[in-house]
């Protein structure tokens, strides 16, 4: 079991910056791949990136890339997404997850794992 906990949330103004963290305890967060997804208001929930279980291969879709960043760092049993020149548009819900799978896809039955959600406005 893992346990998955989101934080860095909040309300900035377009072209500013937020860190979102995800906090995991439970056993072996570095056995997991791991993903950032998120959900707009009447929006079905959209894969964002993910990261193998050693912080390679990250890919990105398209909306964030060049804009975001993935990482982790398996000692602190963390994973962050580096979130740059925020626009209207990234406003969402932003969950994390974790897979057992190595490679995982892009859906959310790819996933094993979910955190609660941390609520990301951008203001225009």
């Known amino acids: 079991q893992l346990q998955l906990v989101e934080s860095g949330g909040g309300l900035v103004q377009s072209g500013e910056s937020l860190r979102l963290s995800c906090a995991a305890s439970g056993y072996s967060f570095d056995s997991y791949a791991i993903a950032w997804f998120r959900q707009a208001p009447g929006k079905k929930r959209e894969w964002v990136s993910c990261?193998?279980?050693?912080?390679?291969?990250?890919n990105y879709a398209e909306a964030v890339k060049g804009r975001f960043t993935i990482s982790r760092d398996n000692a602190k049993n963390t994973m962050y997404l580096e979130m740059n020149s925020l626009k209207p548009e990234d406003t969402a819900v932003y969950y994390c997850?974790?897979?057992?799978?190595?490679?995982?896809?892009?859906?959310?039955?790819?996933?094993?794992?979910w955190g609660q959600g941390t609520q990301v406005t951008v203001s225009s």
């Open positions: 990261i193998n279980d050693r912080g390679g291969s990250p």
């Open positions: 997850a974790a897979s057992s799978t190595m490679y995982p896809g892009r859906l959310q039955r790819d996933f094993d794992y």
